[in-house]
């Protein structure tokens, strides 16, 4: 995390279809809220590195290099080929190690449980998807799962200082170690060691720790989701069940995330660049203000997070303003005002 107090200069990336609108919501919330953060606009519309592949421009790199903490809206992913995923470029660039969704239920979105608060906290560089796929002999492939010591060390340390910071109850991993001894044991292995690092603290905070299996936790969390706190996942579990848990609290539409890396974080809403309704002021910019959010926390502002988080569950409780995706009729722009009257 970074360190409280003065004045903080945040990499904003507002990103494309709904990013701007949605961005310029937050920016002016965060004013009202007198939150002491600069943003640094930068635009990641993609370039062409000397290969001829499409990277970030400099600019983007220079200005994370500088301030180490950036917000950014949805990215249009660019179609056609020689293209990587900018949010794979990015997580690259920066080794974002650690990706984390929170989940919770929000005043006026209907769903199916009540009182989902799940944490899921992925590591985000390697596993099912370090991109390690040949082919041996025709018609027979192979794809490597990579785990290794160094990366399952650190996303879990991140899991303990995550459910301390935050005051959460429990921290759940998740792995089949049965079937995949080696691998998945390793990462339980790796999770374990550090628990008994932070055992003290953990104890003291009255924080639980459990293992669990994936067919476990797949069973359970549709059953009674309010059985699991923080989850601890290696890369392709992880995706499944923060989509699973998104999908819990009714959609992508108001999930933050936080990818943590080594030298700095990158805050993101989750849902896409929503080109039906962009440029009508039609946006929900929650999910990205409640990024911003996790973002006041990472860098030690955690009574400005609360203030706006308050101001959030207040609107959306009175129920009077809300946007379209909520059922209601207000404009971004009016929303934005509803959460800017309620900041206390
Ligand atoms: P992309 O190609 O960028 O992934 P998409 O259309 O596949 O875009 P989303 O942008 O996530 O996926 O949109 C899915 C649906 O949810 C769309 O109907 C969109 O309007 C709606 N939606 C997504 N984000 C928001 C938001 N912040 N506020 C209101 N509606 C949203
Ligand atoms: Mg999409």
Do not use: W
């Not at 249009?76 to 690259?92: D, E």
């Not at 079937?179 to 999770?191: E, I, N, P, Y």
């Not at 009255?206 to 994936?214: A, L, Q, R």
């Amino acid at each position: 995390g970074g360190k409280g107090g003065g004045t903080r200069v945040i990499t904003l990336m507002p990103g494309d279809g709904i990013g701007p609108e949605i961005s310029m919501a937050v920016l002016q919330v965060l004013e009202a809220a007198k939150v002491p953060l600069i943003f640094e606009p930068v635009d990641v519309t993609p370039v062409m590195d000397k290969h001829g592949r499409q990277t970030v421009p400099k600019e983007v790199i220079d200005s994370m290099n500088r301030t180490k903490v950036g917000l950014k809206g949805p990215l249009m992913t660019p179609v056609g080929t020689g293209f990587r995923s900018l949010n794979l470029t990015l997580r690259q660039l920066f080794n974002l190690y650690a990706n984390v969704r929170p989940c919770r239920n929000l005043p006026g979105v209907e769903t199916v449980y009540g009182d989902v608060d799940i944490v899921t906290i992925r590591e985000n560089t390697e596993g099912e998807y370090s991109g390690i796929e040949h082919t041996l002999v025709n018609g027979v492939v192979q794809s490597i799962k990579l785990i290794t010591r160094n990366a399952s060390l650190r996303v879990a340390e991140y899991a303990f200082q995550f459910a301390l910071e935050m005051k959460r109850k429990k921290v759940t991993a998740v792995g089949e170690e049965n079937a995949m001894r080696m691998s998945d044991g390793l990462f339980l292995r790796c999770v374990k060691e550090m628990s008994e690092k932070y055992k003290k603290k953990l104890d003291a905070a009255g924080i639980v720790f459990e293992f669990s299996t994936m067919t476990t936790v797949c069973l359970n969390i549709v059953q009674d989701p309010k059985r699991y706190d923080v989850l601890v996942l290696p890369n392709l579990y992880g995706d499944i069940i923060s989509d699973t848990c998104a999908g819990l609290i009714g959609g992508l539409g108001l999930t933050p995330s936080g990818n943590i890396g080594t030298e700095g974080a990158i805050f993101e809403s989750v849902h896409g660049t929503a080109p039906d309704i962009a440029g009508k002021d039609l946006a929900n910019p929650t999910a990205l203000l409640l990024s911003t959010c996790m973002l006041l926390h990472y860098v030690g502002m955690p009574d400005q997070a609360e203030k706006i988080k308050e101001s959030i569950l207040t609107t959306l409780t009175e129920g009077s303003v809300r946007t379209k995706d909520l059922g209601g009729n207000a404009k971004c722009s009016e929303y934005t005002q509803a959460l800017i009257k309620n900041l206390k």
